[in-house]
């Protein structure tokens, strides 16, 4: 079974500093990567995704994530933070083939310091 | 907007009394979810289906039962609620690989 590991629950980080989150996923078949945010109050929305071809992938708010095999990672960066960034990012894999189950990691809850 | 619409958004319950909160998509997906959210645990699947009439049990089923009668919806019960079931629930939909989920806004459920 496919699973995702977020380190650090809590993330601080200065405003028009890097974002940096880290995903590793375990996957017996080749994965399918997601990160999603949730803004306060709100349901999960669509950050970015990898399926298949360019390893770096970019999404909604400048945010990017690169898909490295050979770590088994997907980490999530956005050069420079904006106050609205605050949220909880998650990470999530599926298979490729197969069901389409997704396997959501814990979050990371990101405060930006003005 | 197309979307997913949860309905209610909020709710108090005493233990022991029963609801039904429901989920609604007109995206034309067949996948549907539900999850639960608490703090620290991440989202936990509770049910899943993959198309109409079908349903099956996710990771924390207990408690909870699931109705998918149309291709829309998508029913989650709570036959006799626990305070344990405090939670905030989101349902997500999906036409499948690689499109990911569509989630809801939420309801968040208060179990007295």
């Known amino acids: 079974a496919q699973s995702v590991t977020q380190l650090g629950s809590h993330v601080s980080v200065s405003e028009g500093a890097l974002v940096l989150l880290r995903c590793n996923y375990s996957?017996?078949?080749?994965?399918?990567l997601f990160w999603y945010v949730q803004y306060p109050n709100q349901g999960l929305q669509l950050l970015l995704k990898y399926t298949t071809g360019a390893t770096l992938v970019k999404g909604i708010n400048g945010f990017e994530a690169e898909f490295k095999k050979s770590e088994t990672s997907f980490h999530l960066t956005k050069p420079s933070a904006h106050m609205s960034d605050a949220a909880e990012y998650f990470c999530a894999v599926s298979r490729s083939y197969g069901n389409n189950r997704l396997a959501f990691g814990k979050g990371n809850q990101v405060v930006v310091i003005p | 907007n197309a979307g997913v619409t949860q309905t209610p958004k909020f709710r108090v319950l005493k233990t022991g009394q029963s609801m039904t909160l429901l989920c609604a998509q007109d995206m034309n997906h067949e996948y549907m979810y539900w999850y639960r959210q608490d703090p620290g645990m991440g989202l936990r699947l509770i049910h899943y289906s993959v198309g109409e009439g079908t349903t099956a049990k996710g990771e924390v089923p207990d408690g909870y039962n699931v109705s998918r009668l149309k291709k829309q919806n998508f029913l989650l019960g709570l036959e006799s609620a626990a305070p344990s079931q405090t939670s905030v629930y989101f349902c997500?939909?999906?036409?499948?690989?690689?499109?990911?989920?569509?989630f809801g806004s939420g309801t968040r459920l208060t179990v007295v």
């Open positions: 997500a939909s999906s036409q499948g690989q690689p499109y990911g989920y569509t």
């Open positions: 996957s017996s078949v080749p994965p399918y």
